[in-house]
C-alpha cells in the first residue's frame, strides 16, 4: 500500500519548452505532496510542498512562475517547468506524506529530467 | 537554517564487515528520523525511522538516536555488495509537516 505513482521516469526536452511531471497516490489521498530536485551527487532538496486544494508552499530561491505546482485533487499533484533551459536538467522526485502511518512519507520513482 | 550533516564518504567496508553511518541535525525540536537507501538514479528507499532514544533494529540494520547530541547513526552488520549505495538521513522539521535531508554518505562493500 501507499504507493504514488510518478511518470513520466525520464525526459528529455528542448529549451525553452515546458514539461509536466505527474505524481498520484494510487491507494491513499495524499493531502499533502512535497516536490524535490536532486542534482548529481547532491541530495534531495525541496522545492515545494502542496497542499490539497490550495496554493503551493515554494522554499526560498525556488521561482514560483518556472515551477508551477497544481494538487487539485487528493490523489494527483503536478509539476510543470517551464520555459526549461539546460540548468533545470535535475532528478525530480515527489513525496506524500501519510497520516496515521508510522513512517510518514513514501516517494515516486522520480523523473530523470534533460534539457537539450 | 535547519541543517542535516553527513560525512559524504566513500566509506569502504569489506564484505561481512560492520559499516556504521552517522548524521548529526541541529533542529532540536525534530521528532522523527530516517535512514533512506538510494541506488544511483533511483529513487529512496526507506530503511529504518526512529522516533525514540535508544537503539532500533530490524535484521541487519540498527538505528540509534541520541537527542540530546542530536546525533543519528545507521549500523549495517555482515555487509554486503548489494548493500553499496548512498545513505540519506532525514529530519522531519518541528512542526512534523517536511523531510530535511542530508547530502548522504556513499557506502561501497567490496567482496
Known amino acids: 500500500g501507499a504507493v504514488v505513482s510518478q511518470h513520466p521516469s525520464r525526459v528529455i526536452c528542448k529549451s525553452g519548452t515546458s514539461v509536466k511531471i505527474e505524481c498520484r497516490s494510487l491507494d491513499f489521498q495524499a493531502t499533502t505532496m512535497f516536490w524535490y530536485r536532486q542534482f548529481p551527487k547532491q541530495s534531495l532538496m525541496l522545492m515545494a510542498t502542496?497542499?490539497?486544494?490550495?496554493?503551493?508552499?515554494?522554499e526560498q530561491g525556488v521561482e514560483k512562475d518556472k515551477f508551477l505546482i497544481n494538487h487539485a485533487s487528493l490523489t494527483l499533484s503536478t509539476l510543470t517547468v517551464t520555459s526549461a533551459h539546460p540548468e533545470d536538467s535535475s532528478f525530480y522526485i515527489c513525496?506524500?506524506?501519510?497520516?496515521?502511518?508510522?513512517?510518514?512519507?513514501?516517494f515516486g520513482s522520480g523523473t530523470r529530467l534533460t534539457v537539450v | 537554517q535547519k541543517e542535516v550533516e553527513q560525512n559524504s564518504g566513500p566509506l569502504s567496508v569489506p564484505e561481512g564487515a560492520i559499516a556504521s553511518l552517522n548524521c548529526t541535525y541541529s533542529?532540536?525540536?525534530?521528532?522523527?528520523f530516517f535512514w533512506y537507501r538510494q541506488y544511483s538514479g533511483k529513487s529512496p528507499e526507506l530503511i529504518m525511522f526512529i522516533y525514540s532514544n535508544g537503539d532500533k533494529e530490524d535484521g541487519r540494520f540498527t538505528a540509534q538516536l541520541n537527542k540530546a547530541s542530536q546525533y543519528v547513526s545507521l549500523l549495517i552488520r555482515d555487509s554486503q555488495p548489494s548493500d553499496s549505495a548512498t545513505y540519506l538521513c532525514?529530519?522531519?522539521?518541528?512542526?512534523?509537516?517536511?523531510?530535511?535531508f542530508g547530502k548522504g554518505t556513499t557506502l561501497s562493500v567490496s567482496s
Open positions: 513525496s506524500a506524506r501519510i497520516e496515521g502511518l508510522n513512517y510518514g512519507y513514501t
Open positions: 533542529d532540536r525540536g525534530s521528532q522523527s
Open positions: 532525514a529530519v522531519s522539521n518541528q512542526a512534523g509537516t517536511a523531510l530535511i
Open positions: 502542496s497542499n490539497e486544494g490550495s496554493k503551493a508552499t515554494y
